[in-house]
């Protein structure tokens, strides 16, 4: 099957429109105590904003914010997470005027006040478990994910999976979010799918695989693929690697998404996902060598 070229897709996040050679890189930015990944290194202010800063040097097109960790845990109040996320947002508005950012949200509140000082992507990681979200990204034309959490409420422990046709499921509730997300008024151009790889969000590592194997049903669908990989515990288990040595296996599986069409890849490590966006980008045509070769006479 030939690749599909990502840059063919037109993106739009709150009227600016994106160009690009190759897949969009979405930095994490966690305002948590408790990230699987960093474990809080980021929760203070300060971290929070150096952390941005390193990402946007390292070749971030978008950050991702987000105020609560994904897995059960302690409660974290909607005051509270504007409290960790807003300021960070506000912050990154004004210093980086021309960076997209995305917060990490499924409650409206959130997505209201973070959407008032500048916010130009909602990521809504629990598959509108608050549905008014969308009206959120509608009112303020914000980009908006469309993720699948296997119907689970946001944060609770996970129930093991049972899909007749993991694939099919998949794509036909994450496109039902984005038609929905469309017919509420959000830009058509700014709605993304998110298989949402992960056991916390109803998937065991076949399933994993499986829906990685086939991304491209869901860049068939003609709706922008965004792909969450970066370290999550299938690739741990496929590896028998603890969380410090999975960065290789999310390349690879970047690398594959990539050259089935994902137009962006939500990573930890900016630099290195970059860097497999370009390749694949210039393997495939869309994207010319930074440095071409200089022959002499």
């Keep these: 099957?030939?690749?599909?070229?990502?840059?063919?897709?037109?993106?739009?996040?709150?009227?600016?429109?994106?160009?690009?050679?190759?897949?969009?890189?979405?930095?994490?930015?966690?305002?948590?105590?408790d990230s699987f990944f960093d474990q809080g290194a980021t929760f203070g202010e300060e971290e929070a904003q150096n952390a941005i800063s390193r990402a946007v040097a390292a070749g971030a097109d978008v950050i991702d914010i987000g105020g609560v960790r994904a897995e059960a845990g302690p409660e974290v109040s909607t005051g509270e997470e504007i409290d960790r996320v807003a300021p960070v947002v506000q912050w990154a508005r004004e210093t980086y005027p021309d960076l997209f950012i995305s917060v990490d949200t499924w409650r409206r509140e959130v997505g209201e006040e973070v959407c008032r000082v500048g916010a130009d992507i909602i990521n809504d990681s629990w598959a509108a478990a608050e549905p008014e979200l969308m009206d959120v990204a509608a009112k303020y034309g914000t980009g908006y994910i469309c993720t699948h959490t296997g119907g689970q409420a946001p944060r609770t422990v996970p129930v093991r999976p049972r899909y007749e046709d993991v694939v099919a499921t998949v794509v036909e509730e994450t496109v039902r979010l984005a038609e929905l997300a469309a017919a509420k008024g959000v830009p058509r151009g700014g709605i993304l799918i998110d298989p949402t790889l992960g056991i916390l969000y109803g998937k065991d590592t076949d399933y994993n695989v499986t829906l990685l194997r086939h991304v491209r049903a869901f860049v068939d669908t003609g709706w922008p693929v965004l792909m969450a990989i970066s370290n999550k515990d299938f690739i741990g288990e496929i590896l028998d690697a603890d969380l410090e040595d999975r960065m290789?296996?999310?390349?690879?599986?970047?690398?594959?998404?990539?050259?089935?069409?994902?137009?962006?890849?939500?990573?930890?490590?900016?630099?290195?996902?970059?860097?497999?966006?370009?390749?694949?980008?210039?393997?495939?045509?869309?994207?010319p060598p930074s440095r071409p070769y200089q022959w002499t006479a």
């Excluded at 990539?258 to 045509?285: L, P």
Aim: hydrophobic share 50%; no cysteine; aromatic share 4%.
């Design 1 to 33: 099957m030939p690749p599909v070229d990502p840059t063919e897709v037109d993106l739009v996040f709150r009227g600016r429109k994106v160009v690009r050679d190759r897949a969009l890189i979405m930095a994490i930015i966690n305002r948590t105590t």
């Design 248 to 287: 290789v296996g999310t390349l690879a599986a970047t690398a594959y998404a990539a050259n089935a069409g994902a137009v962006m890849f939500r990573a930890h490590h900016v630099r290195e996902t970059r860097q497999v966006a370009e390749m694949i980008a210039t393997i495939n045509g869309s994207r």
